[in-house]
């Protein structure tokens, strides 16, 4: 540790990322991440791509939109979950969100265990 107590907060946390290679990733995760472009805006839709999750009994840890860049009113949706990338039930959610989305996309960012250390 290079210093301590340097946080004005103290519900402050340090997150660190561990990369693998392909072949030494974790079949299920903790944690996933997506990002979803609509490439629509009508009232419910918001409701519409999250509920996939609700669905099945997927947590979702962060929701969070952004605008896409691409005109005046257009977002994009960073989505965090409590669920593996691999798990069935996050495919499944993630196949409706799809088809949701026809006319835009879902990128895939992953999926990382997650570990709690306090000190």
Do not use: C
């Not at 660190?16 to 472009?37: H, M, N, W």
């Not at 977002?75 to 996050?90: M, N, P, Q, S």
């Not at 799809?98 to 306090?118: C, K, M, P």
């Amino acid at each position: 540790m290079l210093a301590e107590d340097i946080q004005d907060r103290t519900s402050n946390a340090t997150r660190f990322f561990v990369l693998a290679p392909t072949s030494d990733r974790s079949e299920a995760g903790g944690k996933s991440s997506f990002i979803v472009y609509p490439n629509a805006n009508y009232p419910g839709l918001l409701l519409e791509l999250l509920d996939p999750f609700a669905e099945r009994d997927i947590n979702l840890t962060r929701v969070e939109s952004r605008p896409s860049g691409e005109r005046l009113g257009d977002y994009v949706f960073h989505i965090d979950v409590a669920a593996g990338l691999y798990e069935d039930r996050t495919q499944e959610a993630l196949e409706v969100i799809e088809a949701i989305v026809d006319e835009g996309w879902v990128h895939r960012l992953g999926s990382y265990d997650s570990e709690h250390v306090l000190y």
